[in-house]
C-alpha cells in the first residue's frame, strides 16, 4: 500500500507545483523531454530537420517503415477483443448482471476508442496513462448524482509521481495529472473561498511543434494531485499561484455527509475542506467500503528496467528510418545532379548562343578546328550496392522487429490456403502476445476501477443488453412466454449499492486473436449453412461484423421474416382446428343420421317379415282352400 499523507505536511500551491517540477526533472534526466517529441515527429512524418541554405536543395524522401511497423503492431495487438467479466462468488445473476451493465457503460464512456488512442501512445512513447472520472455535465441520472464515468487518456508528459521507480500505481504516495484550461473556465472551477484574481495565465512550456497556443488565449496550467488519507482516495487542484479546490474525498457518501452536517450549522467549514476533519457518524449510518484505488491506470508498452515509464517501438527504430531516408536521399539527389548532362564549353565556342536543352536541338560549335569547344562531362553513376541497402535495411528491420508479411498480411504465396497462413501467422504471433499480455493486463487493473466507480456513482441506472442466441431460444421455447414478443434487446436497471458489500473479481476474456480467425470463420459457416447443418439466423448471428457491415439489418429482417412465418403458422392452425372441428360436427350428425335409417332400416325389415309371413300364410290358407275344392270336385263325380 502506498504511503499515506503525512498529516503534518504543509499543503501549499507551492507544494504542489515543486512537486509536479520534480516530476517533470525526471522526465527530463531520463531524456524523456527532449526525445519523445521526436518519436512523435518520426512517427508522423516529420523525419527531417529544418532545412538550411546548404540543404534546402537536397530531396527529402519519406518512406515512412516506422508508421507501417506502429500500425501493425497496434492492429496486432487490439486484434483479439477484449470483455471485462466480473465474476461475484456464489451469485450468477449478480455476475451477468454487473457484466451486461459494464458492457453498455464502456460503450457509452467510448472506452474502446480510449483503447485504440492508448496503444498508440504506448508504442510510440512506450506509455499509456487512462484517467477516470466522473463528469457531472455528461447526460444521464443516478439518483441525487447527475451526470457519468468518462475517460481519457493522458500524455505521459503531463504527470507526475511520486516515485517514478515504483511501477503499481496504486502503490504511490500521490499522482499528478496537469492540463491546460482557460482562467476563465478555472476562475468557475474554483473554491468560493478562492480570490479569484490569483488565477491568472501563465507561460505554457512548448513541447510539441503543434503544441502552441493561441496569441491572445488566457490559459493556465491546472494540477490534479490525487493522493490517499486513511485509505480513501482523495484529490485537490492549484495553479501555479493558489489551491484552488482544497482537498476532498472521492467517495460521494463522504461529500453527501460533509452537505448534509452543513445543512444541520453544526459543521465548521474551516474543518470541511480538510481531509483530516472528523464527520459525526449517526446511529442509523452504514459503514460504506472506502473508495482506495485511484482512478488511474498505468500501461507499458515493453517494460523499461527500474521506471514506471515503458518503450516503445519508435525508440530503436529511429536510426534505422534514418539511414533509409539517407539512401533514398542521397540516390535522388544523384538523378537531380546528374539527370541533365553537364556541358563543358571553351570561351568563344557558343558565339552568344544560349543552350536549353530542347529537344532536336542544334547547337554550332565555333572553335577553330580540329578542336572542339563543346562536349558533355562524363557522369559518374551511383554504386550498385547504395542502391540495394536501403531496402536491405527496410527488410531486416522487419524482421528484427517481427513485422514481416505474416503479419501485416502482405501476399505471401498464391498457392498457400488461407489455413497456411493462418498457421503461419499463429507462429508469428508469439512475440506478439508479449505486447498482448502486457495491454490485457492493464486492462484487468481498469476492470477494477470500474468496479470501484460502478459501486459507489451509479443508481437506478437505466441500460440495456442482448440476449445470446441460447437466452433468446430458451426464452421463446418456455411456455410462460409462448405467444408474447421476445425481443433480442432487453432492458434492465442496475444499482451500485446492491454490490457494494460483494467481492467481484475481474477477468479479461480474449477472443481469437489471428488475422485471418474471420477468414476462416466465413468458410466454416458458410460450408455449415450449404450443408443445412445451420438456419440463416444462425449464419448472420454468428458471421464476423467486419465482413457484414449490414449484419444487425439481416438479422432484424430475418427475426421479422420468423415472426412472420410463425404467425403464418399459427393461423393455418387455427384454421385446420376449426376445420377439424367442423368435420368432428359433421361426423357426429352423420352418425346420427345412419342411427337413425339403421333403425328405420330395422323397422322396415320387420314389417317385411310380417307381411312375408302374413302374405305366406294366406297362400298357404289359399293353397288348402283349393286343395280341398278339387278334392270335392272329384268326390261328386264319382258319384254320379
Keep these: 500500500m502506498a504511503e499515506e499523507r503525512n498529516e503534518n505536511k504543509n499543503l501549499t500551491h507551492e507544494t504542489l507545483w515543486n512537486d509536479y517540477q520534480n516530476g517533470q526533472a525526471y522526465l527530463a534526466n531520463m531524456g524523456f523531454t527532449q526525445n519523445i517529441p521526436i518519436y512523435v515527429d518520426f512517427f508522423e512524418g516529420r523525419q527531417y530537420p529544418a532545412a538550411t541554405e546548404d540543404t534546402k536543395h537536397i530531396p527529402k524522401p519519406v518512406f515512412n517503415m516506422i508508421e507501417m511497423i506502429v500500425d501493425n503492431k497496434i492492429s496486432n495487438v487490439l486484434a483479439s477483443p477484449i470483455k471485462h467479466r466480473f465474476i461475484v462468488e456464489g451469485n450468477k445473476l449478480a455476475t451477468e448482471k454487473l457484466t451486461r451493465f459494464a458492457e453498455y457503460q464502456k460503450k457509452e464512456m467510448g472506452l474502446a476508442e480510449a483503447d485504440d488512442e492508448a496503444a498508440e501512445e504506448g508504442s510510440v512513447k512506450g506509455t499509456y496513462i487512462y484517467h477516470f472520472y466522473w ?103 492549484g495553479t501555479k499561484s493558489t489551491i484552488i479546490n482544497k482537498p476532498r474525498p472521492l467517495n460521494p457518501y463522504i461529500n453527501l455527509k460533509k452537505l448534509e452536517n452543513i445543512a444541520k450549522k453544526d459543521y465548521d467549514p474551516e474543518i470541511a475542506a480538510s481531509p483530516d476533519e472528523v464527520l459525526e457518524k449517526k446511529e442509523n449510518d452504514i459503514d460504506k467500503p472506502k473508495l482506495s484505488l485511484y482512478p488511474i491506470a498505468v500501461g507499458s508498452w515493453k517494460k523499461r528496467h527500474g521506471s514506471i515509464y515503458g518503450r516503445g517501438e519508435v525508440e530503436a527504430l529511429i536510426p534505422n528510418q534514418k539511414a533509409v531516408n539517407q539512401e533514398f536521399s542521397m540516390q535522388l539527389l544523384d538523378h537531380q ?157 442496475f444499482n451500485g449499492e446492491e454490490f457494494m458489500d460483494m467481492n467481484v473479481e475481474v477477468v479479461v476474456e480474449v477472443g481469437a486473436g489471428t488475422q485471418y480467425s474471420e477468414i476462416q470463420s466465413m468458410s466454416m459457416l458458410n460450408s455449415l449453412l450449404a450443408a443445412g447443418l445451420i438456419d440463416p439466423m444462425t449464419y448472420y448471428k454468428l458471421y464476423p461484423e467486419n465482413a457484414m457491415p449490414f449484419k444487425a439489418d439481416l438479422i432484424a429482417m430475418e427475426e421479422a421474416k420468423q415472426r412472420s412465418e410463425l404467425q403464418q403458422l399459427r393461423v393455418l392452425v387455427q384454421q385446420m382446428a376449426q376445420e377439424l372441428e367442423k368435420q368432428n360436427t359433421l361426423s357426429k350428425e352423420q352418425d346420427k343420421i345412419i342411427k337413425q335409417l339403421t333403425g328405420e332400416l330395422q323397422k322396415s325389415n320387420r314389417m317385411f317379415n310380417a307381411l312375408q309371413k302374413e302374405y305366406s300364410d294366406k297362400i298357404t290358407v289359399q293353397n288348402e282352400f283349393v286343395m280341398d275344392l278339387m278334392r270335392r270336385q272329384q268326390q261328386g263325380g264319382k258319384r254320379e
Excluded at 498464391?414 to 499480455?437: M, V, W
Excluded at 492493464?442 to 456513482?457: D, H, R
Aim: glycine share 6%; hydrophobic share 35%.
Design 135 to 237: 463528469d457531472e455535465k455528461a447526460p444521464g441520472k443516478r439518483g441525487n448524482y447527475e451526470g457519468g464515468l468518462r475517460v481519457q487518456v493522458i500524455d505521459m508528459m503531463n504527470v507526475a509521481f511520486a516515485d517514478p521507480s515504483e511501477r503499481d500505481e496504486q502503490k504511490q504516495e500521490w499522482i499528478i495529472l496537469s492540463q491546460r484550461l482557460p482562467v476563465k473556465k478555472v476562475r468557475e472551477m474554483a473554491d468560493d473561498d478562492v480570490d479569484k484574481n490569483l488565477i491568472t495565465s501563465d507561460m505554457k512550456e512548448t513541447l510539441y511543434h503543434y503544441d502552441i497556443e493561441q496569441e491572445g488565449m488566457q490559459e493556465c496550467t491546472v494540477l490534479l494531485r490525487y493522493f490517499r488519507k486513511d485509505g480513501e482516495v482523495y484529490f485537490e487542484r
Design 337 to 493: 545532379e546528374t539527370g541533365y548532362s553537364k556541358i563543358l564549353v571553351k570561351a568563344n565556342a557558343l558565339n552568344g548562343q544560349e543552350i536549353t536543352n530542347v529537344p532536336g536541338e542544334v547547337i554550332t560549335d565555333y572553335t577553330p578546328s580540329p578542336n572542339w569547344g563543346i562536349k558533355t562531362l562524363e557522369r559518374t553513376s551511383i554504386s550498385g550496392s547504395a542502391l540495394q541497402l536501403a531496402p536491405q535495411i527496410v527488410d531486416l528491420t522487419r524482421t528484427v522487429t517481427n513485422s514481416n508479411e505474416v503479419i501485416t498480411g502482405d501476399m505471401i504465396s498464391k498457392d498457400l490456403s488461407g489455413l497456411a497462413i493462418a498457421q503461419l501467422q499463429a507462429q508469428s504471433q508469439k512475440p506478439i502476445s508479449r505486447l498482448q499480455k502486457n495491454f490485457w493486463k492493464t486492462q484487468e487493473k481498469i476492470g477494477k476501477i470500474l468496479v470501484q466507480f460502478y459501486k459507489f456513482f451509479y443508481r437506478d441506472k437505466e441500460f440495456s443488453y442482448d440476449l445470446t442466441l441460447e437466452e433468446l431460444n430458451a426464452l421463446r421455447n418456455n411456455p410462460m412466454y409462448q405467444g408474447q414478443l421476445i425481443e433480442q434487446t432487453q432492458f434492465d436497471i
